[in-house]
């Protein structure tokens, strides 16, 4: 017994030397311009007799249109934008003309567009101060809905086009009001007949009311009458239009699906998962219901057979990875769906439900990056300085030799609200191919996790926010493979306002700090959003502080009054056209910056708004970000 004993921990010292002496091949390291190289992709649904499939790419530089037939496949260039981001929402429903929306230079005020088959386009918003959204095609496919702010900026109206008729002279489409806005009420679903609106009004971020107008009566019923903090969200009506689908998280931490009956008030819990239901909504003729569940952190969809007693389909074959996106043709025959990875961008997968065949219709990785030089995120965890558990995702750079150490960047979402999830960013591979640990912190106030881990830094941002992502830094240093003493902070539009106070409220945690948008003046930017945002205005103080009734809470917490503090260095990137967080945010934290002799970098893009879309830009952003890191991270 003992010789066999010996001659196992023989072996097993042999294979741990051998495993001790393993060359370990470093990736192939890439540019920016081959991970930007990756084609971002969406469907747009399918064409009216299902041959073809719109799509929006930002494969020529910007999002365009084209669209994909499904037996050639061919791909068809729609329109040929090079300044402005076009991004189609859907044919029509009996011909091939197209919807799309399209902003300028991000400024989010976004206009509906009609493009015919001629590829000539008329702008359906005679109002260019006035921003939309589509909404969707009546059930009879003779009109299209959209909503717009044009009567009183503040509100959205909802509006009817009957579509049957012929635009006038100029390709004109005539327009008539559904539903006037008065009082901030959200328009949600409308039912198959037209009659029926569900709406929501916002309370706060953690509490909201729902409504059902009745069109022909035009009583407005509060439907969701409730005690405590709960959340309504709307889904779609029965076809029959007699009861109403919505989530809630009434009763629960996570958002479950209900059934209304409209005529009784009758409540049933359709489905509920111990995470929140995204969203839930059924095919055109009631066949199939597909739900969509954010379990931690990855997307996870579930598709019922309703003539079956909701028999889950179960579709053999589906490649490795989350699938999102689900649409299912009107006919029911076929369904696309998205599949994705941390390591790999959404493609594109079509599945016909009679042969069970899965097609796979785009390849959007460049062909120039092999996959196996790509990380995979990791789910991790981690205690906060109250104990209270913080998820997390890991990206560890692979070729990390025995005893090597690498620096390492805590990022940070946006929102507040937000939540990283593991969808791919060629920005964050870029960083993390060329040797830098990356950990998403999703810190207390992050959604995805409950509505009571979302509400527990209320009031209180800047600061057990910001502990969070230093016990996220603390647990960095735990990990064998990092530099301790080479750690940042990053992160965009809130993310970017927590950089800001990580340099100036705990100016000695971090070694850097990259700023995408972030908000350094809390009382300006309270003062300044969007007049379209008005409906939300409240929610937002509730959660934040109101600009005046909360102003010294809001100085205090606003870096620009506290720049004298910041030590290490940063860089900020800035759109000049930003509705959110205005330029002069960015200007201003800069200049007190470089009067205190900080290291600063400052690199602002005359045509791009909250978020940068364009690929040049995003190009340059990562590329100055990088040499950056490697000047006062690496010291190289």
Known sequence: MKTSQTILVLALAVLVSCKTNETVTPPKEYSIQQFMDVKNIFSAGFSPDESKILLGSNETGIFNAFELDLKTMEKTQLTSSTEESIFPSSYFPSDNRVVYTMDKGGNEIDHIFVRSQDGTSVDLISDSTAKANFYGWSYDKKLMYYSSNSRNKQFFDLYKVDISEKPKEGNVFTSALMYENKEGYDPASISADSRYIALTKTITTTNNEMYLLDTQSKQMKHISKHEGNATYNPQYFSLDGTALYFLTDEGSEFAHLVKYMIATGEKTKVEEAPW?????????????????????????????????????????????????????????????????????????????????????????????????????????????????????????????????????????????????????????????????????????????????????????????????????????????????????????????????????????????????????????????????????????????????????????????????????????????????????????????????????????????????????????????????????????
């Open 276 to 636: 929140d239901i995204m969203f839930a909504y059924q095919s055109r003729m009631g066949k199939y219901r597909v739900v969509a569940i954010n379990n931690d952190a990855r997307t996870q969809v579930k598709i019922y057979d309703q003539t079956q007693n909701d028999k889950l389909l179960e579709i053999e074959g589906l490649p490795a990875g989350d699938v999102s996106g689900v649409t299912i043709s009107d006919s029911e025959e076929w369904m696309t769906f998205y599949v994705s990875t941390s390591k790999s961008p959404q493609n594109l997968y079509l599945y016909n439900f009679q042969t069970k065949d899965i097609k796979q219709l785009t390849q959007t990785l460049s062909p120039e990056i092999n996959p196996d030089d790509l990380v995979e995120g990791e789910v991790v965890r981690f205690k906060s300085f109250d104990g209270m558990e913080i998820p997390a995702l890991l990206y560890k750079p692979k070729g990390i030799k025995p005893g090597e150490k690498v620096p390492a960047l805590v990022q940070v979402h946006g929102g507040p609200g937000g939540q990283t999830r593991l969808n791919y960013s060629s920005a964050y591979q870029y960083l993390i191919n060329h040797g830098y640990a990356i950990l998403c912190v999703n810190n207390r106030g992050s959604s995805g996790y409950g509505k009571t881990f979302f509400a527990a830094d209320d009031k209180r941002h800047g600061n057990e926010d910001l502990k969070d992502c230093i016990a996220g830094k603390q647990y960095l240093q735990s990990l064998d493979f990092v530099d301790a003493d080479k750690i940042g902070i990053y992160g965009g539009s809130y993310g970017g306002y927590m950089v800001m106070a990580a340099l100036t409220f705990a100016p000695d945690e971090f070694n850097v700090g990259v700023n995408y948008f972030g908000v350094t003046n809390w009382l300006r930017t309270l003062k300044s959003i969007p007049p379209w945002w008005a409906s939300f205005r409240d929610a937002l103080y509730e959660e934040m502080g109101d600009p005046v009734k909360d102003s010294v809470a809001l100085y205090n917490k606003s870096p620009l009054f506290h720049a004298d503090k910041i030590k290490k260095p940063f860089i900020v990137l800035q759109g000049s056209n930003d509705p959110r967080v205005l330029q002069v945010e960015s200007d201003e934290i800069v200049a007190a910056a470089k009067k205190s002799n900080v290291p600063v970098e400052y690199v602002i893009f005359p045509d791009e708004g909250h978020g940068f879309v364009k690929k040049e830009n995003n190009i340059k952003a990562s590329e100055e970000v990088l040499k950056f890191l490697d000047k006062y991270l690496k010291g190289i």
